[in-house]
């Protein structure tokens, strides 16, 4: 029997940006994230041309900086995002900015040794996987049923926006002076942890010490709860299907417009076009969708849009010039964040909220190893064959994997099972009368009702 998602709403009418802007916390949480971004891609920036600077020139160890600051997700996200656990959300993200914002400011001492440089840099993201991770598993608590869902898509659009403003403004204050963007970055991080120190209510932490054991147990249960619960795990195959095409435009951006130099954009004007259509698109998508369709046609539209995202780029096979793949390249980035914010509001409601912190860990290292691998894998294909042919071949193949996926998705009963078992473990009563929707009830902050290493039903919902 094909499997499909329930499309009833959850309770409660569409949210507004008036609602979600209009809690305090939120606000607080969505401008210090904003900064923190910002700073990040500002950074970034800076220090790919400090290190350049410094090695007179060298492509090889510039490009190195940059990669460095993904490495803290490859080698530990899921274990770093498990300390959030352990602590309050808002010590642990007012902590990881001050420890940036030393750091960062460290990276601008003048005549700072390369190698000094990197180690700087691969500390101060370390702290990245805890922040984030604290700060994913506080929205649900702060923001609740559709409003958490607009949320996520204000995020994500605020996400794509900074790093466009984050590389320009980094861009062109590193060619005055590095120090002073790195020192900018350092200013953002300050400011970040007084708006989440000031502006976001003291709470437990979600998992009490009595309840804790050895760090990589506790992150082995993330890994379990999200592949050992039937629509955690749909959801995650989703997420990570759509992440191992959607980048892939971006990643070969500067080889595309390398091979259509001569379609009257420069070569570097096309590789700006094309790497920035992506992530307009998402942001175009995550604000329409987000907020002029009503949850339940949201949820109609996830699989559609999921089949979409990758579908768009197949006529890239036809190699059409730059502005025609950036606008490819812009019509999946809309189709994947409106298809996102749904399938991560949807998750978060399935997840007891003493594991919240470890998903996220689980999920977003998921999302930075597929990322990098695409780009790898069809970076080396094209150097065997066209661009264009990569490109819309991959996302050819996308297309069947998304298919398959969709109609993988489980039942509407299981959705709501999953949903109602979370609420029961995070206290919140599920009334006898409810519709078998899934619900957005506030989870009660604090603990689950059972030590993380102990199996329940709630954990294993079938």
Known sequence: MEATVSERPSPGRQATFREVFGQSEYRAVFAASALSWVGDYVAKAAVTVLVYQQTDGSVTLSAAAFAVSYLPWLVGGPLLAALAERHRYRQVMVACDLVRMALTALIAVPDMPVWAIMALLFATTLANPPSQAARSALLPVILTGDRLVLGLSLNASVGQAAQVVGYLVGAAVAAFSPAVALLLNAATFAVSAVLVRLGVRDREPAMRETHRSHLLRETGEGFRIVFGTPVLR???????????????????????????????????????????????????????????????RRLALLRPLAVAAPLVLVPALL??????????????????????????????????????????????????????????????????????????LWSAAGVLLMLATALRWPDGATVDTAVEAAERANGSPVPEDRARTPAGARPRPGQPDRAPGERSRSHAVT
């Open 319 to 392: 190699d059409p010039p730059p502005t025609v793949v950036a606008l490819l390249a812009a019509a999946c980035g809309f189709a994947v964040a409106g298809m996102l914010p749904t399938a991560n509001g949807l998750f978060v409601r399935a997840l007891p909220n003493g594991y919240r912190a470890r998903a996220f860990g689980v999920m977003a290292t998921g999302v930075q190893v597929i990322q990098g691998a695409a780009v790898l894998i069809t970076g080396l294909l094209a150097d065997r064959f066209s661009v264009p042919m990569v490109v819309g």
């Open 234 to 296: 749909a959801i995650a195959v989703l997420v990570f299907s759509a992440m191992l095409f959607s980048i892939v435009p971006e990643g070969l951006a500067a080889a595309w417009a390398g091979e259509r130099s001569e379609d009257g954009l420069g070569t570097g004007l096309a590789q700006a076009v094309i790497m920035a259509a992506n992530p307009a698109g998402y942001i175009l998508g995550g604000l329409l969708v987000g907020r002029f369709f009503t949850p339940a």
